[in-house]
C-alpha cells in the first residue's frame, strides 16, 4: 500500500532538496497539498521558471538570468580594478553587506574538491585567468572560506595569479568582533597572534 | 543588494515549505541550480499537478486524484462493516502495514482544534455522520493519536456516534512492545496498568 500515485511522485520528487528525507518529504507534500495549495503552485512556477531561465553571468559566474549579472553590468563596478574570489553568492551578498568593497567578483560556485571530481575548471579558474590576462585587475582578494578546502582553493588561485601583474591578498582571520578570547578556538586564536597588527595611539 | 530576481523568487517561494526558513531556502534554491537541474523540473512538475490533480475521496476523505481512494474502491473493501477513524494519510499507510485491518478508513485531516479555528465541519464529521446513516457500519474504530488533541477529536466523535448502532472501540495504549518499562513515561505506564487484560495460559 502506497499513497495515490501523484502523491507519491509528489513526495519522491521533494526528496531531492537537500536534508529532505522520506518523513519530511510526506509532512512538506500534506501541508502543502492540505492547507497552502496555492503556495505550492508558486513554488512549482518559481521552480520551473528558475531552473530554465537562471544561468551563470559570463564574467563573475554569478546566477542571473541576464548575460551580465547586475553588479558586473553596474557601470561604477565595470571600470574596478579590485577582484573579490568567492565560494557561493550567498559570500557576495554578505559581502556586499557591509558596503566596504566597491570592487567585482569571481563566485567559484564551490570549492577545489578532488574527491568529488571538482576540479580547477569546474570552478571556472580559465575565465578567471583570461580576466587577469585583460590586465585590468591590479588586486585579487581572496576571499574563500577559512576551511581546509577552501585555503586549498585560495593557495591554488595564488599559485595561478602570481604569472599576472596583480597584488594577492587574503581576507583577514582572527578573533570575531564582539567575541571573547575565552571562546574563541585554539586555532582562531593562533591566526589571530601571528596576524597581529601595529597598534598606534 | 540581493539575488537575481528569479533566484530570490525561488528561495521566497521556497519558504512555504514546513520548517524551512531563509537560510534553508537559499542553500536548497543553491543546491539545484548547481546541481540539479534535472530533479528541481521533475519537482517542478509534480508540484503543478499535484496541486491542480490531488483532491479527496469522496467516501474517506483521503488524499486521491479519482473519485475513490484505491481502498475505497476495493471490491474486499466495499462491503467492510468496520471503519477506522484516523488523523492523517500516513496513519493509513502505517495501519495497513499492519496488514491487520481489512475494514475500511475514515481520514480526518487534522484533530479539532478551536484555537486554530478548525472545527468538526473541517474534519468532515459532516460526511462521517452520512456515512453512519447509511447502517452498514457496525464498529467505529477510533484511531486518533493519543495525544490532548487526538484525545478530545476521539471524545467528540464517540458522542456524536452514541446516536447510531454502532460498537465504538478506541485503539489499545500501553508499553509499547520491545520497549523497557523503566523507560517507559509516567502516563503511558498508568495507561497501561489500568488497561491490563487477563492474561491464560
Redo the contacts between chains.
Keep these: 500500500?502506497?499513497?495515490?500515485?501523484?502523491?507519491q511522485?509528489?513526495i519522491?520528487?521533494?526528496k531531492?532538496?537537500?536534508?529532505v528525507g522520506s518523513k519530511?518529504a510526506?509532512?512538506?507534500?500534506?501541508?502543502?497539498?492540505?492547507r497552502?495549495?496555492q503556495?505550492?503552485?508558486?513554488?512549482?512556477?518559481?521552480?520551473?521558471?528558475?531552473?530554465?531561465?537562471?544561468g551563470h553571468c559570463q564574467q563573475c559566474r554569478?546566477?542571473?538570468?541576464?548575460e551580465l549579472?547586475?553588479?558586473c553590468a553596474s557601470p561604477k563596478r565595470k571600470i574596478a580594478t579590485q577582484l573579490c574570489i568567492v565560494e557561493?553568492?550567498?559570500d557576495?551578498?554578505a559581502i556586499?553587506?557591509t558596503a566596504e568593497f566597491q570592487g567585482r567578483y569571481f563566485v567559484l560556485?564551490?570549492h577545489l574538491s578532488p574527491l568529488d571530481g571538482i576540479g580547477p575548471n569546474d570552478l571556472g579558474l580559465d575565465i578567471l585567468e583570461n580576466e587577469l590576462l585583460k590586465g585590468q585587475i591590479t588586486e585579487l582578494i581572496l576571499a574563500t572560506n577559512p576551511t581546509v578546502e577552501g585555503e586549498a582553493t585560495a593557495h591554488y588561485i595564488a599559485e595561478m595569479a602570481k604569472h599576472y601583474q596583480v597584488t594577492i591578498s587574503r581576507i583577514a582571520h582572527g578573533v570575531p568582533v564582539g567575541g571573547e578570547l575565552e571562546y574563541v578556538d585554539g586555532n582562531t586564536l593562533s591566526h589571530a597572534l601571528s596576524g597581529r597588527k601595529n597598534y598606534s595611539v
Design positions: 500500500m502506497k499513497f495515490s500515485p501523484l502523491v511522485e509528489l519522491d520528487s521533494l531531492c532538496l537537500p536534508g519530511t510526506q509532512r512538506m507534500a500534506f501541508q502543502l497539498l492540505e497552502n495549495r503556495g505550492g503552485e508558486k513554488l512549482a512556477g518559481a521552480l520551473a521558471k528558475a531552473m530554465t531561465e537562471v554569478n546566477f542571473t538570468e541576464s549579472c547586475e553588479i557561493s553568492p550567498a557576495v551578498i556586499e553587506q560556485m564551490g
